[in-house]
């Protein structure tokens, strides 16, 4: 899609303000200046009713799967989420892609005019103005100019001071915790629950994910002190069902994919051309019950893994706890119609790339969410023996303890920094899978580094996983958009 020309303007005046994602710096976390901004331009963030969602992973999914199932039922959706992977608007949309190309155009000249005309010397504590902070004023007017009915903000880090959190929301949703920017957040679980805490409102209720008891002690105190509703996935769900149909099963509903041939691997390089026309894409079966449904909701979600099924069933609870009466087909409708890039994304033989049956591209850079990748990975791909892995993460995480998840999985591991947005520490990176005992290729330009690994996996008629970070996956999917055009060998 062509990069709107409001926006390539927004992104330029944007970029001179000061960036946490680009550069990470402590004690730029406050709510008066949002609030400052918010009552000069009108209270935009209280133009629709909205939800609000927080936690350390998962919660890029649950505001997808909530705004998915409004979206479903009628209702004209925003949709504010982080990072984006291609293109800025990405943050600021809907379930469905962009809004209306004038609603971006106004709301663009309404933020760059409105922060233009306040004289420094009234922005309280005359504080720099931040980037993000920028970017969530700049989602309430779009949603305005929209006129949406309801509007879903994924909090950026923490909680308790991020950008978002001067908004009301009809409930709040808070995803796992784990440790996670320990530098900004604190170094234990409780005090990044804490953080993360801070979203739950007075009298507003919070559904809660599964956590740890000690996480879950601490949202229960502060649930209990501001009188708000505290639900619980392990006390709300009564049951959760997930199967994920695996390429074999897939390509055996391909008869003529098949011929007999035992050798997975070798059959589907054999049967590339007939595999470019045919979707063998996996989807996951779920099932669900809670006391808050009339019966079952179960779906078919393109999004894969158990977590992917928890974040489903999170987002259904939490929708229905706002809108009682929405139907079950609804719930079910909308899930099914998520999507997310680069959440365990498959491309299947991707254009361009001879001999790689599949790529998958997936932004996990946690513990947990590698792990939950990887149980995903030998699921989906258990009969492929040839894989090679392509990995970056950002300094601030935790590569010591995510390295020997990759143990024994891949053929040839390649490791390089993630893009030119993050600050990276390749010395810590080599150190954490030579002491894992894995073999790697290491090389600081990302661009080589992604051509290298393409071109073994061709080489080799292998799969392609691309992880680690979602800078990384854009890096990867800037070629995949540009492969139309040249060839990037």
């Not at 331009?41 to 505001?63: Q, R, W």
């Not at 007075?202 to 009188?227: H, L, M, S, W, Y």
């Not at 590569?399 to 998840?405: E, M, Q, S, T």
Request: glycine share 6%.
């Amino acid at each position: 899609m062509k990069k709107l020309a409001s926006i390539e303007k927004l992104e330029n005046w944007i970029d001179s303000y000061l960036n946490f994602e680009k550069t990470p710096k402590k004690n730029i976390f406050w709510l008066d200046t949002m609030r400052f901004f918010c009552e000069k331009f009108g209270h935009p963030e209280n133009f629709a009713p909205c939800f609000h969602v927080a936690g350390s992973k998962g919660k890029g999914s649950v505001s997808t799967f909530i705004a998915s199932i409004l979206d479903e039922a009628g209702f004209k959706t925003g949709l504010y989420t982080s990072p984006h992977i291609l293109d800025f608007i990405e943050r600021v949309s809907s379930p469905k892609g962009p809004f209306e190309e004038e609603a971006y155009d106004r709301a663009v000249q309404e933020i760059m005019s409105g922060v233009q005309s306040i004289p420094t010397e009234e922005i309280p504590g005359q504080r720099p103005i931040t980037w993000f902070e920028l970017v969530t004023l700049f989602s309430f007017l779009v949603f305005r100019q929209a006129k949406v009915d309801y509007s879903v903000f994924e909090v950026g880090l923490g909680g308790r001071l991020d950008s978002t959190n001067i908004v009301n929301p009809k409930v709040s949703v808070i995803t796992p915790i784990e440790l996670e920017h320990t530098e900004f957040l604190g170094d234990t679980l409780e005090k990044i629950a804490y953080e993360k805490g801070g979203i739950i409102k007075e009298n507003t209720p919070v559904v809660i994910a599964r956590q740890q008891p000690t996480v879950r002690k601490v949202f229960e105190k502060i649930a209990q002190e501001k009188g708000a509703k505290a639900i619980f996935m392990e006390d709300a769900v009564e049951s959760l069902e997930f199967k994920i149909k695996n390429i074999t099963e897939c390509i055996k509903n391909n008869t003529n994919l098949t011929n007999g041939n035992s050798d997975f691997h070798n059959n589907c390089i054999k049967n590339h051309t007939s595999l470019e026309n045919q979707n063998i894409l996996p989807l996951m079966s779920v099932s669900f019950s809670s006391k808050i449904f009339s019966r079952p909701v179960k779906t078919t979600l393109q999004l894969l893994g158990k977590f992917q099924a928890e974040n489903a069933a999170l987002a259904a609870i939490a929708v229905k706890t706002v809108l009682p009466t929405i139907s079950e087909e609804v719930i079910e409708r909308g899930l099914a119609k998520a999507k997310l890039p680069a959440r365990f994304e498959i491309v299947q033989n991707p254009k361009g790339f001879e001999n790689i049956p599949f790529l998958v591209m997936d932004g996990a850079h946690t513990v947990n969410s590698v792990t939950f990748t990887m149980e995903t990975m030998n699921q989906v791909f258990a009969p492929f023996s040839h894989r090679i892995l392509l990995f970056a993460c950002a300094a601030d995480k935790d590569a010591k303890d995510i390295a020997p998840l990759f143990k024994n999985q891949f053929d040839e591991i390649f490791l390089t920094k993630p893009g030119d947005v993050k600050q990276s520490d390749l010395g810590k990176l080599g150190e954490a899978f030579e002491q894992a005992g894995l073999s790697y290729d290491l090389y600081e330009d990302f661009k080589i580094q992604i051509q290298k690994a393409i071109k073994k996996a061709r080489e080799e008629e292998a799969l392609l996983l691309v992880t680690g970070s979602f800078y990384l996956v854009a890096e990867v999917k800037k070629i995949l958009a540009d492969v139309n055009s040249r060839n990037p060998f």
